[in-house]
């Protein structure tokens, strides 16, 4: 009995291990796993690559939906792809995608612009920043 | 997801092509550039609101979805006729919910969905360029096969309580906006945006996006 809830809480640190080691891994690109009994880095299984598969996809999603991300559409390789003909692709995130915000001035004007980033259209959204004290916008005024 | 495409220059025929959009049609042509649409929007949603309204300033859409793909047809067959590319331009488009308060609100956002650098024929080396304009300069499709070249993003509550209060989206194709927010107005910005007048920068911290990293995928 004692044997058998050893091997269980063996079982479930090596998987935490293995878990956790692939979270560090696949942000370099690359998966491994650390081997339950001698606690060697080695290439995973068939069924441990598969075990980190549907893991690191249900970690992708949970992540997604818990970040500030709604003004994305697709999913973000944060990593450059280099491709074999010497091409260089990278994704890009909200950090430099553009944002036309607009805010009604107190005579009832409407006064648009147009920001990099989700963070700097926040800002001026809530009120934290004004249009016309923003760096680098072309502000419109509608009326 | 449906995939509406719709070709530039004035060998587009507005109530045909959007009708054939409208319907899922696939049809090719020969035009400056070609501009696909996937709407992203689920049913009952966005582009696919089903709000009846009344036809607006040369708008014929029936329905608060229909005027609004209408209205991005319109300005989609702009930049059409403008740019010249081989490639195709593939845009992912959808209405959400963005940032407002009852005086402020977030239109819209778009920007290349990538960039590439030191691909076939790239005028300079080490320099990254938008997707659209990467494909238009290599002649040749870059990246993963069926990617959107462009994302764009539209506030689907402005005009309602707490976001920009009373002002609307105006979707008629006259530019008789009043009050209200050109839509197609918003929508040539925003697409300007997308084929490339756009930095790569953080918008908040000026930090560059990636140079290189030793760790890539290579493909």
Request: glycine share 10%.
């Amino acid at each position: 009995m004692i044997e058998k809830k050893t091997q269980q809480a063996l079982r479930l640190a090596s998987a935490a291990a293995l878990f956790a080691v692939a979270g560090l891994a696949q942000a370099a690109g690359q998966t491994v796993a650390k081997d339950p009994e001698t606690g060697a880095l080695r290439a995973p299984t068939a069924a441990e690559a598969q075990a980190l598969q549907g893991k690191a996809a249900g970690g992708r999603l949970s992540s997604a939906a818990s970040q500030p991300r709604g003004l994305l559409t697709g999913k973000i390789n944060p990593a450059p792809v280099y491709h074999r003909d010497g091409t260089v692709e990278q994704e890009l995130d909200e950090s430099s995608q553009s944002f036309s915000v607009a805010v009604r001035k107190a005579d009832g004007t409407i006064e648009t612009a147009c920001v990099t980033g989700a963070e700097a259209a926040q800002a001026i959204v809530k009120g934290k920043k004004s249009i016309s004290k923003t760096a680098k916008v072309h502000a419109h005024e509608h009326k | 997801m449906s995939t509406n495409k719709f070709f530039g220059g004035k060998l587009a025929s507005g109530a045909l092509l959007i009708a054939a959009g409208l319907l899922g049609a696939s049809l090719q042509a020969q035009a400056a550039a070609v501009i696909t649409i996937n709407n992203l929007n689920a049913p009952g949603e966005g582009f696919n609101d089903t709000t009846p309204v009344a036809p607006v300033g040369g708008n014929t859409g029936t329905t608060l979805g229909e005027q609004r793909l209408i209205a991005f047809t319109h300005a989609a067959n702009i930049w059409g006729a403008t740019l010249t590319s081989s490639q195709p331009i593939v845009i992912n488009a959808r209405f959400t919910n963005l940032t407002c308060t009852a005086t402020s609100a977030t239109l819209g956002s778009a920007g290349a969905t990538s960039i590439f650098r030191n691909f076939p024929n790239a005028p300079k080396a080490n320099t990254w360029y938008s997707y659209a304009l990467a494909n238009k300069i290599a002649d040749a499709y870059q990246g993963t096969a069926g990617a959107a070249q462009i994302k764009a993003n539209f506030n689907a509550k402005l005009g309602q309580t707490g976001c920009l209060d009373g002002t609307f989206f105006y979707l008629g194709l006259d530019s008789n906006k009043g009050n209200n927010i050109d839509f197609v107005v918003t929508l040539l910005h925003e697409m300007g945006h997308g084929v490339g007048f756009q930095t790569f920068t953080n918008g908040s911290t000026g930090v560059q996006t990636v140079a290189s990293r030793p760790s890539g995928i290579i493909s």
